[in-house]
Structure formats: structure tokens, C-alpha cells
């Protein structure tokens, strides 16, 4: 990696002007109710087992000064967020702050725990370490997923045992029906899953060193070493499907608004009178959020960020003494509380309005996304600055909820593949202008212009090594300049994948057999369907009966007209009939796998075995490392 160059180092200082750097009430906020750390920086087990490791941010202190190669506002923040240990909130209120925080309410009659962080023996320490400094040893009485990501419900076995739930004794509280929050929980990480793990190598900067040439922080959360992969899931047994719905729990009230398709396809706010406590999980934040996630996701909608913010201040604005969200510090007093939720609703809703507005005038999403910036009684909150998302791509991101994917103009509509359209520009303009012209836009500082134009012959020509070192050095800097920690792990990424290859190191998984045994049966077979391919699967005609036995399912499956089609049900017309778990069916998407689980008795075919092979022969495994940067696969088959 290469250092800041002074035009960024320039660049940098300019935009530091911007900034309120006298407000430095986030500072103490941070610091506040703080109980304990973790020894020598490491969350342990009681087995001794590291979960989760706070040193590679050592570096970041709060009287270091900013490094050239890291935007002033990015640096703040990540000198708040690197923040983690055991908290106490308000009384009755606790969380051990981590990437995603676990947050423990100590009502009197047991202990409800909102949200488990991301795996099982994270989860198992935030706990042992709750119980440990504070000598609570009452029962987990309930768990409250406030929304579908993985890193609100992944570690709900190192908090609760299984048997207790299936018992009734501890409920599972989420928004939406169970169905619902099934097929969102893992609907989002499996439909779209390989893609969407490689672009969170980039996202999240999980390829990068951690210094400040590298990822420094993810912004919304800390982005320190969460060790190991050990997701679990239990799905929820008492659902919330409207708002004002009531639950006692531990012997304290919790009242819920029903807030969908916001952060979250399911997602819900949560107050607690008896310690004035509120959370609108991840729709207020010391940061702006997502109204389209870089990593992919469904688009958001901005107006209901800010309608259910408005709804929460209209019911408990008036009586909240803290806000506690699942991956920032609280915030504390009445004010405080009200100012913060009115600044983040009004930022979504500016963001919505001005987007719109633009559209309406004829612009397209790049020309809203140059124009569009918040006034500074918005934009000079530090807790509306760009630390998850970011002001460009939401608005933009508006445009793709609201209008789609065409930015209105006929030459995208049926344009030519990357590709394709770089060979043309690189025949037209010829290579040696292309670089000359890098060159000098790279000196000039016009890093912009120097990945657009480079970006035509690193994609026509992908062994020209000048042309990757130029546009590497571009996105290096553009990387530099980024107070979006998304945008700076992407350039960054970028930068080292043109310079040393594809990187396979940092990848991050779903696909574990906790989570594999709890996927609803009709999103299993749709995932096995985007296996297929098309133009092999045309001319074929396979059924098969399949006999699921942990979960007591029949379903039948077949493929014809190059489409894989599945309901519940066996039928009579079959030659093949497959039974196993989920996690042995899961092997069919793999061969040998497959072979293996046939051969040990995981999965025991009756009838004719040639359907099975004809199947498999239909399924293309996907390529957990394919080129970003550089050109890749693009015709399908």
C-alpha cells in the first residue's frame, strides 16, 4: 500500500473544516456506564476460548492525530465506536458492546435479552462476562430479535438452550409472522448469497490489513476480530405483527411498533416504561444507514425510516430518557433523545424528498446523487454523518426503490457488456493514450476520471500491468479520501486485487449446519433452483419425491422446461424417492457431497438412482472468488 499523496492529504484537511469538532459530548457519552473491559484486549469463554479481539485497534487512540491517509470525520468515529466491554446503561439495562452489541435487561423476576450478536461462543461470553462482573445469576427469561440479520439472532444458542424454547419456557419475540422471519432471515444471505459474500469481502473490508492504509473501522461498528463461524439460529415462537402489541417479561413491560421494510424486511422498536428505555433497533443510529446496501440487499424505503421515527416520537417521545441501539452507544436525557430521533428521522426524509424531487425534474440518479447534500442543521450532526451508508448511493438508491433499475437514459437501456464496450474504447482511443491520459489525471489528483478511463483497458486488456498499477493507485487514494468507510474498503479492495490477485482470505459464511437445519423447506428447494442451469435443464424431465425427517415434510420436486418447480406432497408418478435431513440434502449441490452422503447412509434413495444423476448434472456449483476488478464470466453458461 502506498501513502496518501498531498493532494489527498489536502483534500482531506479541506474537509475537515466542515465538521462541528467542538461538540464533544460523544466522547463522554461513549465512555459512560463502562463496568469492564476485556483482558488484554480478548473476550474469552469460560473455556478460555478467544471470541473476539479488540487489539488490531490499539492503534486508533483518542489523542492520535489523524493519520493523511483516513477522512477526518472517519477517524472520529472510529475513535468512539472501537469502544467495547460490558456497559451499564440505566439501571435494569446493559450491554456488552461488540460489532453487534448483546443488550441485557435485568427485569426482576429474570433477564430478557435483546438481540445475540453473531455466533454461539460470542454470545456464551457476552453472558458469562454479564453474569461474571455483576453476580446475576437470574434465568434468561425471554430473547427479542428486533430485526433479520444474522447478527442480531446468530448467537441465540449461547444464551438460551434449545430444549427451553421448544418447551415454552423462554419465548423468541420478532417482528412478523414466524414464516415471515424464517424466509427473511436467511432469504436475504442465501437466494443472493455467493454474490453477496464476495461483495462483503469489499464492503467490509474483511480482505484489508487493519491499520490506517487499510480498513480502520466498519463505521456502524467496530470491525475487530469476532472469531470463529459457529452462526446459530432458533426460529421465533412468539411473533409481533402490530404495533401497540404488549408483552410481560421478566415482571417489566415491553411495548412494540411493528416497523417493516426499513433497515430490515422485519424489523420493530421496542419501549420499556419502567426504565424509560427505547430502541428503535438499526432505524436510529449514530450514523446514517442504508437506504440500498453496497453488499446487496433489497432497496429500503427512506419515507418508512422516517414514518416509524415519527410514530415512536408521537407515542414515547415525550417520556424517553435513553435511546439504546444494537451497534452505537446510548444516548442519554430526554432532549437528547428527542433531538436525535427528530435529526435522523428528518435526515431520511430529506434524503427521500430531495431524490424525488430531482427525479421529477428529469435528472438521473448520478446527476440527484452529485447534486443532493443536507443543510447543516442535518449534516452537521455528527450522528447523520456517512459511517454505514452514504449520502450518494441512498440517494440514488431512492431512485432504484421507487423507478427501478433504468436510469432513463435510452443508451443504458440495452447497452453493451463491459467488456465488450472496453475493447471498442481501447481500439477507438488506443492503449498508449489511455494510460498518458491516466498519467495525468493521477497527477492531477482527478482520481475519478483516472479509474473511469483506466477501467477501459484493465477490462479489455487484464495483463497490462501499467494500466492496473495506474488505476490501483486511483482507487488507492479515492480510498483515502472516503469518509464512507463502504466506499474506502471498496477502493481499497480494489487497489489490492488489481496489484496482487484475487485474495481468498477473509471470507464469511452462512453456510453452517445450525443455520442449513432451520431453512424453510420451499426456500431450500428455491435455493437449489438457482443452481440450474437453464440451457442444460431444457429438453430434461426429472421428479423426484422428497421425505425431509427433521422436519416431517413431503415435498416433490421436478424439472422441466429448464425450470426446477417444487411443492409439499409426494406424487404417485415418480421413479425416485430421496430422504435425509436438510443438511444431508444440502450436499446435493455438490457432487461429491452428494456421493458421500449417499454412501454413509445420510441419504437413502429408493427406486431408480438415475434421476438423481441427471439432476446433479443439471446444477452448476458457484465461484465463491470470481473477479471483481477484472473481467470475469459474463455469458452465463
Known amino acids: 500500500m502506498k501513502p496518501a499523496t498531498e493532494i489527498t492529504a489536502a483534500a482531506n484537511r479541506a474537509a475537515a473544516e466542515y465538521f462541528p469538532w467542538q461538540d464533544r459530548a460523544d466522547y463522554v457519552d461513549v465512555d459512560r456506564g463502562f463496568i469492564a473491559g476485556f483482558a488484554d484486549g480478548l473476550l474469552r469463554d469460560s473455556e478460555g476460548r478467544i471470541q473476539y479481539d479488540q487489539r488490531p485497534l490499539d492503534y486508533i487512540t483518542d489523542d492520535a492525530p489523524v493519520p493523511e491517509s483516513v477522512h477526518p470525520s472517519l477517524w472520529r468515529q472510529s475513535q468512539l465506536i472501537k469502544r467495547s466491554g460490558l456497559y451499564k446503561v440505566v439501571d435494569g439495562l446493559y450491554q456488552v458492546r461488540l460489532g453487534a452489541h448483546l443488550t441485557f435487561v435485568d ?33 434468561v427469561v425471554a430473547v427479542i430479535y428486533t430485526h433479520t440479520h444474522a447478527d442480531h439472532f446468530g448467537g441465540v444458542k449461547g444464551v438460551v438452550d434449545e430444549a427451553d424454547v421448544a418447551a415454552g419456557r423462554v419465548p423468541i419475540i420478532a417482528p412478523g409472522t414466524i414464516e415471515s422471519f424464517d424466509k427473511h432471515a436467511f432469504g436475504e444471505n442465501l437466494i443472493a448469497g455467493n454474490a453477496m459474500l464476495r461483495r462483503m469481502g469489499y464492503t467490509f473490508g474483511g480482505l484489508l490489513p487493519q491499520c490506517d492504509c487499510g480498513r480502520v473501522t466498519m463505521g456502524l461498528a ?54 424509560k428505555a427505547l430502541t428503535c433497533a438499526e432505524n436510529a443510529n449514530h450514523s446514517m444507514h442504508n437506504i440500498q446496501t453496497i453488499r446487496g440487499a433489497r432497496t429500503r424505503d427512506a419515507r418508512n425510516f422516517a414514518r416509524y421515527l415519527d410514530e415512536t416520537l408521537v407515542r414515547w417521545g415525550d417520556q424517553a430518557e435513553v435511546h439504546f441501539g444494537p451497534h452505537s452507544w446510548p444516548v442519554w436525557g430526554n432532549q437528547n433523545v428527542v433531538s436525535f430521533l427528530e435529526g435522523q428521522r428528518d435526515m431520511y426524509k430529506f434524503i427521500h424528498d430531495q431524490a424525488l424531487r430531482l427525479a421529477n425534474q428529469g435528472l438521473d440518479p448520478l446527476e440527484a446523487a452529485e447534486i443532493v447534500e443536507l443543510p447543516d442543521a442535518l449534516g452537521k450532526k455528527w450522528f447523520n454523518r456517512y459511517y454505514h451508508g452514504g449520502l450518494h448511493h441512498n440517494v440514488r438508491g431512492v431512485f432504484h426503490k421507487e423507478l427501478g433499475f433504468w436510469d432513463g437514459d435510452p443508451a443504458t437501456i440495452y447497452p453493451l457488456l463491459p467488456q465488450d464496450n472496453a475493447e471498442r474504447h481501447v481500439d477507438l482511443i488506443g492503449a498508449d493514450r489511455i494510460l498518458a491520459e491516466g498519467r495525468k489525471a493521477l497527477g492531477a489528483g482527478d482520481y475519478r476520471w483516472a479509474v473511469q478511463i483506466l477501467h477501459h483497458l484493465v477490462f479489455a486488456d487484464p495483463d497490462n500491468a501499467e494500466a492496473r498499477e495506474l488505476q490501483a493507485d486511483a482507487y488507492e487514494q479515492l480510498g483515502y479520501q472516503a469518509e464512507v468507510p463502504q466506499y474506502r474498503a471498496i477502493f481499497l479492495t480494489a487497489a489490492l486485487e488489481l496489484r496482487e490477485g484475487i485474495q481468498e482470505r477473509g471470507a464469511v459464511t452462512a453456510d453452517v449446519p445450525d443455520v442449513v437445519s432451520a431453512i424453510p423447506i ?21 421428479r423426484i419425491n422428497f421425505t425431509f425427517t427433521d422436519c416431517d415434510a413431503e415435498w416433490t420436486m421436478w424439472v422441466r422446461n429448464g425450470v426446477l418447480n417444487a411443492r409439499p406432497g409426494h406424487v404417485a408418478d415418480v421413479r425416485t424417492t430421496l430422504t435425509g435431513t436438510r443438511i444431508a440434502m444440502a450436499a446435493l449441490q455438490h457432487p461429491a457431497a452428494a456421493r458421500a452422503a449417499i ?33 470475469g464470466r459474463q455469458t452465463g453458461d
Open 522 to 542: 420451499d426456500l431450500f428447494f428455491d435455493y437449489l433452483a438457482i443452481h440450474v442451469v437453464g440451457a442444460k435443464a431444457a429438453d430434461v424431465d426429472i
Open 222 to 275: 467496530a470491525g475487530s476480530e469476532e472469531i470463529g463461524t459457529d452462526m446459530s439460529y432458533l426460529s421465533p415462537t412468539d411473533p409481533i405483527t402490530r404495533t401497540g402489541e404488549v408483552r410481560t417479561l421478566g415482571g417489566w413491560t415491553f411495548e412494540f411498533l411493528y416497523a417493516p421494510d426499513t433497515e430490515a424486511p422485519e424489523e420493530m422498536h421496542i419501549w420499556i416504561p419502567e426504565i
Open 107 to 139: 427485569a426482576p423476576d429474570g433477564l430478557v435479552i435483546i438481540d445475540t450478536g453473531t455466533g454461539v461462543g460470542l454470545a456464551k461470553a457476552a453472558l458469562e462476562l454479564f453474569r461474571a462482573e455483576l453476580g446475576n445469576d437470574k434465568p
Open 599 to 631: 454412501e454413509n447412509g445420510d441419504l437413502r434413495i429408493e427406486g431408480d438412482p438415475t434421476q438423481l444423476l441427471a439432476l446433479a448434472a443439471l446444477l452448476e456449483p458457484f465461484d465463491p472468488d470470481f473477479a471483481i476488478v477484472t473481467p
